[in-house]
């Protein structure tokens, strides 16, 4: 790989995880704000911002793949089964408990959104799949 298609790549690789983690973040500060008394989501959104802040990378490395999983139904506007999953069953380290917490707090928050807000989210998420996509491309090529 020449040096300035290697250099483009990894600007796209960077974008990619800087506007993942933009929605990302957007979506667990909307789940904070619903929930301000909830001492499990201001944990979870600080953890976020902390993890956000030191490693971006970590929030679509860790966040991107159980979007991934779901991408047809969500491409389809079909948000039942992400957010009737408990994400149990995919939790593999300390990380992946954070982003199942997120998901989960989403599953559990969503009643209280009004359906202009849902939009929002449902947007958000098909466009981080987008994000995830590119990102994942992006690193093939940098291999």
Same mark, same amino acid.
């Given at each position: 790989?020449?040096?300035?298609?290697?250099?483009?790549?990894?600007?796209?690789?960077?974008?990619? #995880?800087?506007?993942?983690?933009?929605?990302?973040?957007? #979506?667990?500060?909307?789940?904070?704000?619903?929930?301000?008394?909830?001492?499990?989501?201001?944990?979870?959104?600080?953890?976020?911002?902390? $993890?956000?802040?030191?490693?971006?990378?970590?929030? #679509?490395?860790? $966040?991107?793949? !159980?979007?991934?999983?779901?991408?047809?139904?969500?491409s389809?506007?079909?948000?039942?089964?992400?957010?009737?999953?408990?994400?149990?069953?995919?939790?593999?380290?300390?990380?992946?408990?954070?982003?199942? $917490?997120?998901?989960n707090?989403?599953?559990?928050?969503?009643?209280?959104?009004?359906?202009?807000?849902?939009?929002?989210?449902?947007?958000?998420?098909?466009?981080m799949?987008? !994000?995830?996509?590119?990102?994942?491309?992006?690193?093939?090529?940098?291999?």
């Amino acid at each position: 790989m020449d040096k300035c298609l290697k250099k483009q790549m990894i600007q796209i690789k960077d974008r990619s #995880i800087l506007e993942f983690t933009l929605d990302m973040t957007f #979506i667990v500060n909307i789940i904070y704000n619903k929930n301000k008394k909830d001492t499990d989501i201001e944990e979870i959104r600080d953890g976020y911002l902390l $993890a956000k802040n030191e490693n971006p990378e970590c929030i #679509i490395i860790n $966040a991107g793949p !159980y979007l991934w999983k779901y991408r047809e139904q969500v491409s389809l506007d079909n948000f039942n089964e992400l957010l009737n999953n408990d994400f149990s069953t995919e939790t593999s380290n300390s990380n992946s408990n954070k982003v199942q $917490a997120i998901l989960n707090k989403i599953k559990k928050t969503w009643h209280l959104f009004k359906p202009l807000e849902q939009d929002s989210i449902k947007k958000r998420l098909k466009t981080m799949l987008t !994000y995830y996509a590119t990102y994942l491309k992006s690193c093939k090529h940098l291999e």
